[in-house]
């Protein structure tokens, strides 16, 4: 199976305010015209959904929401391997997650799961049930949107 030669994939619940912010950074993506060979893919809550998008692709870049630490809108980059974590055994798909997803894709997928795994994180301000992002946690989604497009082009001159 192929996928696009790049996968983004946003991570979170729009329902709980600020950890709507993988999908946020997707549809502000979406409005910028990339390259051909970019997938953009809301997968929610769905560690799963991470997994089978991801597989195919070359490069895969992850956004989500970091629990609240005093600073709303921070940007956090780390490499997807520091972050890939073995899920307990016996874990149901509901607690599965894309942490989860980028271990257990490496061992059943192998050469097709994507190498180069970049994360962005997002300091949320509150997850509370709510909808919309808040000021701080917008304007990050606006920065990373801003940032992965302008990686994306030039990565796609090369």
Same mark, same amino acid.
């Given at each position: 199976? /192929?996928?696009?030669?790049?996968?983004?994939?946003?991570?979170?619940?729009?329902?709980?305010? !600020? !950890?709507?912010?993988?999908?946020?950074?997707?549809?502000?993506?979406?409005?910028?015209?990339?390259? &051909?060979?970019?997938?953009?893919? *809301?997968? #929610?809550?769905? %560690?799963?959904?991470?997994?089978?998008?991801?597989? #195919?692709?070359?490069?895969?870049?992850?956004?989500?929401?970091?629990?609240?630490?005093?600073?709303? #809108?921070?940007? +956090?980059?780390?490499? #997807? *391997?520091?972050?890939?974590? &073995?899920?307990?055994?016996? =874990?149901?798909?509901?607690? +599965?997650?894309?942490?989860?997803?980028?271990?257990?894709?490496?061992?059943?997928?192998?050469?097709? +799961?994507?190498?180069?795994?970049?994360?962005?994180?997002? &300091? @949320?301000?509150?997850?509370?049930?709510?909808? %919309?992002? /808040?000021?701080? =946690?917008?304007?990050?989604?606006?920065?990373?949107?801003?940032?992965?497009? @302008?990686?994306?082009?030039?990565?796609?001159?090369?």
């Amino acid at each position: 199976m /192929s996928g696009p030669a790049v996968a983004v994939i946003g991570c979170g619940n729009p329902l709980r305010g !600020d !950890d709507g912010a993988g999908p946020a950074v997707i549809a502000r993506l979406a409005r910028m015209g990339l390259p &051909e060979n970019v997938g953009l893919f *809301d997968a #929610g809550t769905d %560690g799963m959904a991470v997994m089978y998008r991801a597989r #195919g692709a070359q490069r895969l870049i992850i956004i989500d929401a970091r629990e609240p630490e005093g600073a709303p #809108g921070a940007v +956090f980059e780390v490499p #997807g *391997d520091a972050l890939e974590a &073995e899920p307990t055994h016996g =874990v149901g798909l509901h607690a +599965f997650r894309w942490d989860h997803a980028l271990f257990v894709g490496r061992k059943i997928y192998r050469e097709t +799961f994507p190498k180069m795994v970049e994360v962005y994180l997002i &300091e @949320a301000g509150s997850l509370d049930y709510a909808t %919309g992002l /808040s000021a701080s =946690v917008a304007k990050a989604a606006d920065l990373v949107a801003e940032r992965i497009a @302008a990686r994306l082009a030039v990565a796609d001159t090369r």
